[in-house]
């Protein structure tokens, strides 16, 4: 969140400018529209809230989690790969952190509930990097 004074006061109250960028929306559900979206997200691999989120706009989320599907599906069977070495590394650091996490922990989720399918994990590197095995 973004604030700046005025330089000069002019004798007035000051004020703040405020960046109120991220809003809040809540929404309510009955409890049998809440059980409904939620078993549509787990059969996504996703929160409730990231698939309420996909469900109006994708977000940065949605759009790189489906460039990552892509990505795997191009690669030839027993292709070893980490979610990360599908990208070059400049294209890797300009994915916002937290979608960048949210990429590795959701397609982990996936590949272990077999969501998805031609993917099966292969172990974890010695710094907590997740590794797969296209089938």
Do not use: H
């Not at 996936?110 to 089938?135: E, F, H, P, Q, R």
Request: glycine residues 6%; charged residues 30%; contains cysteine.
């Amino acid at each position: 969140m973004g604030l700046s004074v005025p330089k000069k006061l002019t004798g007035r109250l000051p004020f703040l400018e405020v960046d109120m960028s991220d809003r809040v929306v809540t929404i309510g559900f009955t409890e049998i529209d809440y059980i409904e979206i939620e078993a549509e997200a787990k059969s996504k691999g996703l929160s409730v809230t990231q698939y309420c989120k996909s469900r109006i706009k994708k977000s940065e989320f949605d759009i790189k989690y489906e460039e990552l599907i892509e990505r795997v599906k191009k690669l030839e069977p027993d292709t070893p790969f980490t979610v990360k070495s599908l990208w070059k590394s400049d294209e890797w650091k300009s994915i916002s952190k937290g979608v960048r996490l949210s990429l590795g922990r959701n397609f982990y989720k996936n590949v272990a509930t077999s969501i998805v399918v031609d993917v099966k994990v292969n172990g974890m590197l010695d710094v907590g990097i997740m590794c797969y095995v296209k089938i």
